[in-house]
């Protein structure tokens, strides 16, 4: 072969991508990134509401979903929270911690961008935009078939993300490359989800549209305590996005309307309570969801109400059970659950078992973190762990 190959590859400008080339280019190997879209980093940029929730105080392997929970733990321990937020004061990018160790930039999530970009520069990593991989092949070295030409490499690390957030020109690349080379795909799901419901829930909660509150939701084990957000369609917010992830098609799913109060407190010392039943509740609960709560008759009065009818009301709001009829979709997941399975790689360096030279890192990779910058300090970790390797190779 006449062309001299490259030492690494990075399909994917995204965080994973453009850290890992950073990472890998530091001892002086040739480092090249082939972006897909005009510019890179699209996907930070719109995160955390446009601050970037970067990561979180509370990672561990715990906080993610995979078909083999322990594989998450060999990188995320080896590259930490601190490890990322001293690379991020390093550049004096300000940043605070909202609640459940959610860290976020004071200014804008370009910061983030403009930190691996140069990061990448003072490494010297050729980052190329608006180029497509149509295939890969692998004799004595990696071919890459894009739409501006081949490109030929040692080494190839995929960080071509998930299929969430379809307008930012996401695709399943990496899924193909993945399954081109025999390496096993869990099947991608949207995760970080808002649910739906049948036209009858749906219109319902129609009408409950902004509303907004604190619960806790559950499926079997797994519960959250964040707030719930009604939409046109179903429901949305922190709390139904994290529980999304843990359920199955047809998942009954359990929501405590009250997670502060005990339910045998509802309606305690209320024997001659005149007031309707609709009228306390709205102490606890927003008022236009207590008007609309069609579970049971609230317009009478606590004190016409037997004790049995008042248990039953209160344990009602403490396991409101409702079964989704699907989601939004990747238009509107967070992230994709699922993808190159984890039984195919190196915990330790995110190299594949059966193709020498070709790493996996990222949302591509079948490892999902909670909402709260967890996916995100999955891609640091995964692409650091990556890169190491890859400065020795």
């Known amino acids: 072969m006449n062309v001299q190959p490259i030492d690494v590859v990075v399909l994917?400008?995204?965080a994973a991508g453009l850290f890992c080339a950073a990472v890998a280019a530091a001892k002086g190997k040739t480092v090249t990134v082939l972006e897909h879209n005009l510019v890179p980093g699209r996907k930070i940029r719109?995160?955390?509401?446009?601050?970037?929730?970067?990561?979180?105080?509370?990672?561990s392997h715990h906080n993610f979903i995979s078909q083999n929970p322990d594989f998450a733990r060999s990188a995320l321990t080896r590259y930490t929270p601190q490890d990322f937020i001293s690379l991020v004061e390093r550049y004096k990018i300000k940043w605070h911690e909202k609640t459940l160790g959610q860290l976020f930039?004071?200014?804008?999530?370009?910061q983030i961008t403009d930190m691996l970009m140069h990061e990448c520069e003072i490494n010297n990593v050729s980052i190329r935009t608006s180029v497509r991989v149509v295939g890969i092949e692998k004799e004595d070295c990696f071919e890459i078939h894009t739409d501006k030409g081949h490109v030929f490499a040692r080494n190839v690390v995929v960080a071509t993300g998930g299929l969430s957030v379809p307008s930012l020109g996401t695709t399943d690349v990496g899924y193909l490359i993945a399954k081109h080379f025999d390496i096993p795909v869990i099947e991608p799901q949207p995760a970080l989800v808002p649910l739906t419901f049948n036209n009858v829930h749906a219109?319902?909660?129609?009408s409950l549209s902004g509303v907004s509150m604190p619960v806790r939701t559950s499926v079997g084990n797994i519960s959250f305590r964040e707030s719930m957000l009604f939409t046109h369609r179903g429901v949305s917010g922190p709390a139904i996005l994290q529980i999304s992830s843990y359920m199955g098609v047809g998942s009954p799913l359990t929501?405590?309307?009250?997670?502060?109060?005990?339910?045998?407190?509802v309606f305690a010392d209320t024997a001659t309570d005149q007031r309707e039943l609709a009228t306390l509740l709205s102490t606890m609960l927003p008022k236009r969801f207590v008007q609309g709560w069609v579970e049971h008759n609230l317009h009478r009065r606590i004190s016409q109400t037997s004790k049995k009818e008042l248990l039953a009301i209160a344990h009602a709001m403490k396991?409101?059970?409702?079964?989704?009829?699907?989601?939004?979709?990747f238009a509107k997941a967070e992230v994709t659950k699922g993808g190159v399975s984890t039984s195919a790689l190196s915990?330790?360096?995110m190299e594949s078992k059966s193709i020498e030279g070709m790493f996996f890192i990222g949302e591509v990779v079948d490892v999902t973190g909670w909402l709260g910058g967890y996916n995100f300090q999955w891609a640091w970790s995964s692409a650091q762990a990556a890169g190491v390797a890859?400065?020795?190779r």
């Open 255 to 265: 929501i405590d309307l009250i997670p502060d109060v005990d339910e045998h407190d």
């Open 347 to 349: 915990s330790k360096t």
């Open 12 to 14: 994917g400008a995204g």
């Open 390 to 392: 890859l400065q020795d």
């Open 203 to 206: 219109q319902h909660f129609a």
């Open 105 to 110: 930039c004071d200014g804008s999530s370009q």
């Open 46 to 59: 719109i995160s955390g509401g446009g601050r970037c929730n970067f990561t979180n105080l509370n990672t």
């Open 319 to 329: 396991h409101w059970s409702l079964t989704p009829t699907g989601n939004e979709g």
